[in-house]
């Protein structure tokens, strides 16, 4: 039911990943799961991670390096 909001491939994994997940996921995992290994993905990861807290789908708990996403109706 996500495929109103236009998600990239990226985001629609890192959707499974959550839902499949008790803590979330990280910046971290995010590009871990989606093989992102170039100068820069770091902030193209934390970007696409943003999209979806502004779209309302999930949200930030934590702060800095112990940031994860979790769905928000969870």
Do not use: P, W
């Not at 959550?18 to 590009?31: D, F, L």
């Not at 940031?67 to 109706?73: G, K, M, N, P, T």
């Amino acid at each position: 039911h996500f495929q109103q909001y236009g998600l990239s491939e990226r985001q629609l994994k890192a959707l499974v990943h959550i839902n499949h997940s008790t803590i979330g996921i990280s910046n971290v995992e995010y590009r871990g799961i989606n093989n992102m290994t170039d100068v820069g993905d770091d902030r193209r990861a934390k970007n696409e991670l943003v999209r979806l807290v502004r779209l309302g789908i999930i949200k930030k708990v934590g702060a800095n390096r112990n940031r994860r996403y979790i769905f928000v109706d969870k």
